[in-house]
């Protein structure tokens, strides 16, 4: 139980399965941030797909970055002169051809236990305690499961209960499953077997080492995984782990590791009518939770889920152009900034070889984030136009800048924060452009993904980039102004002053780069990053601003939705719900859990139900987690949002949530927010300041209507409540007739009627 006396709030959420699911797409991912496992099979097997954060191979042949015509300067030659098949061979092809497999994410392999062929399977995952339980009921007898990957050590706990004598524990490694471990030069796996254990050991080329330790008789399985520098030290630490398990036992393992989750969980909770949008938040924040912990390299495009025999898509990745961002942004509301901080460490380790990396491109200071990289900034080949393109750089200082404004933490700002934003504006300062107009401009760059890695994607002055520099500026001087500082805050000013304007056509409508507006449905919103995510033209903006804003959206909707992805519903109920749009944001959220997840939520990159909808659909399905973790974002958009230091409380929620309630969200400034919506008004709100802040609410409750106030004295400004808060002090407000009260808000929301037929 939490203060307000609610169960864990994930507690009624879990994914049921009554047949087997004999795909590894369709299994039950479990992950503590570090070790991951997919559980699926019919019984005969039942199957683990093991992963864990930190193999990678990262041995690349970068021969190519060594060519004098590798730079920025002859590619921005090349396209004015209009040699593209060039430009493809120097910035592409070379590299694709000599990195044709690596270098890449790899993962460990499959373990097995046979218990004969299900006749009858009910298994389920509990999202609050993160466990598989349930029934396998084969010729033999029925079984019972209860699987978890512990939060807080390496070990895969698995009981069955009737567990058939002779079923044993084995692990397939992926060398047995994939050839193109043989390709990269891998040496064999090392299996050696003890009296009471089995042990697998691995050594990656120039990398890490891992040894997996296990007991191949039940019904207790302990599977422990760790990686070191060598392999022995790899076997001495995963044999520690898994003695520890074994010796402390199933039960006391699995009670700390559901101390752990409910602990998370009781950070947060949202509360809908409708059980499988609920469900949304809890399971996109939950792989988050899943996949990334700080101290761990953070998860790639399948976060600890590899696909089950095969080298991933895309290499596992992190892809900056939207996944690595949609990945984390639930980190942010939900109050979990451990998360986000699992990436900002990562990103801020990476910095001295992107500084070198942009210094031997470039020519030039700061730090240039290429779109597609591994750890140690391990650049993979990807298309040109992406990788080369400027507003990966400002859209991962965004993410940063989040983080800053999320917990208003100086420290951290000076430390972490700071360093990384202002390495990004110094690259932009040093490579835009001054040009007769009197504009700086961006002169080589693209609109991400638009036409591909064709020639006409090379274009001058992408809007994205534009929005995300101004941006940029706009960070440098709110952060410097907070830290006491001023070394960077004039030339800001001045190339925020001086930036090429955003290109617009007759009609207000965002334009990709000058006099070339979107002519195409189209995965990747760029044009709109004025409105979203970078939030430079806003509703609360004059009436220019929202021409533009509400002419683009009409131009974006009428190219149609046949080329949107996953992601781009994920990333428009955001944008949906900024400006106000509450019915667009719940449509995007409707059409994401009717086409775009899997029998288990995960997202495939296709429409899998087939609807004809889009273009991108069939039985090629790869999962990729950002999607999932980008639509529990803009569930909290929908509730809560606090750009430009306002707080808005329930600003987009659509018609039908008559009741809803949300318990301590965090917003930008640094608020806890709790609040009740009843019969399709704001019953309550409490603010809770975790820092010296002033607070401007937007009057949550609307005209005319009355409220009390407890713990402090609120002034009023037009539609704001304005007061100053010291750290850890809370503001109630309660409309006149209502009680403050989660627990009853709570379960109002869940039983609450969200027909659309009838008037109220």
Not at 12 to 39: A, K, Q, S, Y
Request: glycine letters at 8%.
């Amino acid at each position: 139980m939490d203060a307000d006396g609610l169960q864990t709030p994930a507690s009624c959420h879990c994914i049921n399965h009554h047949g087997p699911p004999r795909e590894w797409h369709h299994g039950f991912p479990l992950g503590n941030g570090d070790l991951g496992t997919m559980v699926w099979g019919d019984g005969n097997p039942l199957a683990f797909t093991l992963d864990k954060a930190d193999l990678w191979d990262l041995r690349s042949n970068d021969d190519y970055m060594a060519s004098p015509d590798f730079s920025y300067a002859k590619l921005v030659e090349l396209v004015a002169a209009g040699r593209f098949a060039e430009i493809d061979e120097i910035f592409e092809l070379r590299q694709r051809r000599d990195n044709p497999v690596g270098p890449t994410k790899v993962s460990i392999g499959r373990a097995e236990l046979r218990l004969g062929n299900a006749m009858q399977y009910n298994c389920r995952l509990e999202l609050d305690s993160a466990r598989v339980q349930g029934t396998i009921e084969t010729k033999t007898g029925e079984v019972e499961i209860d699987c978890f990957v512990q939060r807080q050590r390496n070990v895969l706990c698995l009981r069955v209960t009737s567990c058939p004598a002779d079923s044993r524990l084995a692990l397939v490694p992926l060398a047995d499953l994939n050839d193109e471990l043989a390709t990269l030069g891998h040496p064999r796996p090392e299996l050696r077997e003890e009296a009471n254990v089995h042990i697998l050991s691995q050594r990656i080329p120039d990398g890490p080492s891992y040894a997996v330790v296990w007991n191949p008789g039940g019904p207790e399985f302990f599977l422990a995984v760790e990686s070191a520098d060598s392999p022995a030290e790899a076997v001495r630490a995963a044999r520690e782990t898994w003695q520890r398990a074994a010796t402390d036992g199933f039960d006391l393992v699995k009670a700390e590791h559901e101390r752990a989750w409910a602990d998370f969980w009781a950070g947060s909770g949202v509360y809908l009518p409708e059980a499988r949008m609920e469900f949304l938040w809890y399971h996109g924040l939950y792989l988050l939770a899943s996949a990334a912990r700080r101290g761990s390299l953070p998860p790639g495009l399948q976060g600890l889920w590899a696909m089950d025999g095969v080298l991933p898509p895309w290499r596992g990745d992190y892809h900056a152009d939207m996944n690595v961002q949609e990945t984390f942004w639930p980190a942010c509301a939900s109050g979990h900034l451990d998360l986000l901080d699992c990436w900002c460490d990562f990103m801020q380790g990476c910095a001295p070889q992107a500084q070198a990396a942009t210094r031997r491109f470039f020519g030039s200071e700061g730090t240039f984030w290429t779109c597609a990289f591994l750890p140690q900034y391990t650049v993979v080949s990807g298309w040109h136009t992406v990788q080369l393109n400027w507003s990966h750089a400002g859209w991962l200082a965004w993410l940063i800048w989040l983080r800053w404004r999320h917990s208003m933490d100086i420290d951290w700002l000076a430390q972490t924060g700071y360093p990384l934003v202002a390495d990004v504006f110094r690259f932009y300062h040093a490579n835009l452009r001054a040009e007769d107009d009197g504009y700086l401009h961006i002169p080589v760059s693209s609109s991400p993904e638009y036409k591909d890695n064709k020639p006409e994607a090379w274009c001058k002055d992408p809007t994205m980039d534009i929005a995300l520099i101004r941006r940029c500026c706009d960070w440098i001087v709110e952060m410097e102004d907070a830290l006491g500082q001023d070394a960077l805050t004039a030339a800001a000013e001045d190339v925020h002053e001086r930036l090429v304007r955003y290109h617009v056509t007759d009609g207000n409508v965002l334009c990709l780069w000058a006099d070339k507006a979107l002519d195409e449905s189209h995965r990747h919103p760029s044009h709109l990053m004025p409105i979203h995510p970078a939030m430079d033209i806003t509703i609360d903006d004059d009436d220019e601003a929202r021409a533009i804003i509400a002419a683009s959206l009409e131009q974006f909707f009428a190219l149609g939705q046949y080329h949107w992805a996953g992601h781009t519903y994920a990333q428009m109920v955001s944008f949906g719900a900024v400006i106000g749009r509450a019915e667009f944001a719940y449509d995007c959220l409707l059409r994401f859990v009717e086409c775009w997840i899997g029998p288990n939520a995960l997202h495939g990159n296709r429409d899998v139900r087939e609807t004809g909808s889009t273009g991108y659909r069939g039985k090629d399905i790869k999962f990729t987690m950002e999607a999932n973790c980008g639509i529990a974002a803009g569930i909290s958009d929908m509730l809560l949002q606090g750009w430009r230091d306002i707080v808005r409380v329930f600003p987009a929620v659509p018609e039908h949530w008559r009741d809803v309630a949300f318990c301590d969200l965090l917003t930008e400034g640094a608020f806890r927010v709790s609040a009740s919506r009843r019969n399709g008004r704001t019953a309550w709100v409490r603010v809770r300041a975790t820092v010296p802040r002033l607070l401007q609410l937007r009057n949550p409750f609307g005209n005319g209507i009355s409220f009390d106030v407890t713990g402090t004295e609120l002034r009023c400004e037009g539609d704001l409540l304005l007061a100053n808060l010291a750290a850890g002090q809370t503001v109630t407000l309660c409309a006149v007739g209502e009680t403050v009260d989660l627990a009853a808000a709570a379960q109002c929301a869940r039983t609450s009627d969200t027909s659309r037929l009838g008037l109220r």
